[in-house]
């Protein structure tokens, strides 16, 4: 898995032998190609941790129905910040300590190798707990790579925009972005948070006008 501890590592410049450690360059390679390329597709569709959670969110939510917890749109705008926080942290300390171990915070890593301090499985038991009423709660708001995604897939070569010109703002691509990286301010003006944009299509099969596309970077990209 991708993870802060491989940014942090590059940033201190140490890379591991090609000849013995491909399948590490290979998964590095593919997914900033992937992140430059196509947005981030990664965090959307491959990350396992994000499966996990997807998952118990949604089988939570069918087994007690109602179940979801809301979070205002005031206190979702601000608390996303905390992920930038945590990965700046994580690799500025990488930086003084010269050493890449500060940097194990993410809870996918205590989960998947079942190796974590007290606190480490505490965070664990935290955020799954919480991803049973909010969806992807460690994503959206804790994650570091996640952050650094997010940043990298703003410069995507392709993305999802919205055809101003033919749009009728109904909102149905805010209601079902289950992100929240599609809002509408008070002039019906769409505003796509590119860094929250996990790609999950959910916009493009509810536009009713279909004016919401996946392609090329241009001139009304948001």
């Known amino acids: 898995m991708f993870s802060v501890i491989h940014l942090a590592n590059m940033g201190l410049m140490k890379f591991p032998p090609f000849s013995q450690h491909i399948l590490w360059y290979m998964l590095v390679g593919l997914i900033l190609s992937s992140l430059l ?3 981030n597709i990664y965090c959307g569709s491959i990350c396992p941790f994000a499966a996990v959670q997807e998952t118990l ?3 939570f939510q069918t087994l007690f129905p109602g ?3 809301k979070i205002s749109e005031t206190f979702d705008q601000k608390a996303r910040y905390i992920k930038y926080g945590v990965l700046f942290a994580a690799l500025i300390l ?3 300590f010269a050493s890449s171990d500060v940097a194990h915070v993410e809870v996918f890593i205590f989960l998947f190798t079942f190796h974590a ?6 965070l664990v038991i935290v ?3 919480l991803s049973l009423f909010y969806y992807r709660f460690w ?3 804790f994650c570091p790579i996640g952050a650094f995604n ?3 897939a703003t410069l995507s070569f392709f993305r999802i925009t919205v055809d101003e010109s033919n749009c009728h703002q109904c909102e149905k691509c805010a209601q079902v972005c289950p992100t929240q990286a599609i809002r509408f301010d008070k002039n019906k003006v769409s505003t796509i948070d590119y860094p929250e944009c996990i790609l999950c299509g959910q916009c493009l099969q509810n536009c009713p006008e279909k004016t919401i596309i996946f392609g090329r970077k241009n001139a009304q990209s948001r």
């Open 37 to 39: 390329i196509l947005g």
């Open 57 to 59: 969110f949604k089988l």
């Open 67 to 69: 179940s979801q917890r």
């Open 94 to 96: 990488s930086f003084i």
């Open 117 to 122: 301090p007290f606190w480490g499985w505490a």
């Open 127 to 129: 955020m799954v707990g």
């Open 139 to 141: 994503c959206r708001y």
């Open 150 to 152: 997010g940043l990298v």
